[in-house]
């Protein structure tokens, strides 16, 4: 993770990786409980890590992802997150976790979730400090509180 060009000292930057390391706790803990046998654990993890993500991608994409793709050096980049956003969302419910294919098919999802979130808080938001103005952030802000009415 990129710890030197001060975008963790942003506000939204600090809650988007604050979710990341939720989603990712859950999904290596959801991990242990499958190794220990713990199918209905391991499920309700999984479903805390959609509920999480719902509300994650719904910041990012409204907010930050909209400014950022109106510039069109950013579009592709960012089109390809939302697709990875999209793939997930749609494996999560689908997956009965007694299935050892499933298990498997859970594991790449959250080894691919890792190389995703990198994308992002190595690459997207380093270069949302350069891209984004003041207005810019507000927007992203006004819509990540939108997808999250219950945070402080």
């Avoid at 999802?109 to 984004?132: C, M, Q, V």
């Amino acid at each position: 993770m990129c710890h030197y060009c001060g975008c963790r000292e942003i506000p939204l930057i600090k809650e988007f990786i604050a979710e990341h390391e939720k989603v990712t706790n859950a999904a290596g803990d959801a991990v242990r409980a499958l190794d220990e046998g713990d199918h209905a654990r391991a499920r309700e993890l999984v479903h805390a890590m959609a509920r999480e993500l719902d509300a994650h991608w719904r910041g990012e994409e409204n907010g930050l992802f909209a400014v950022m793709r109106e510039d069109p050096e950013y579009e592709g980049y960012i089109e390809a997150l939302v697709d990875e956003h999209r793939e997930l969302a749609e494996l999560l419910p689908v997956l009965d976790l007694t299935e050892p294919a499933d298990v498997r098919r859970l594991k790449e999802a959250i080894d691919e979730l890792h190389h995703h979130i990198a994308k992002e808080e190595d690459g997207l938001f380093p270069a949302s400090l350069t891209a984004l103005d003041g207005p810019d952030w507000n927007r992203s802000m006004a819509a990540w509180r939108e997808a999250h009415p219950t945070a402080s």
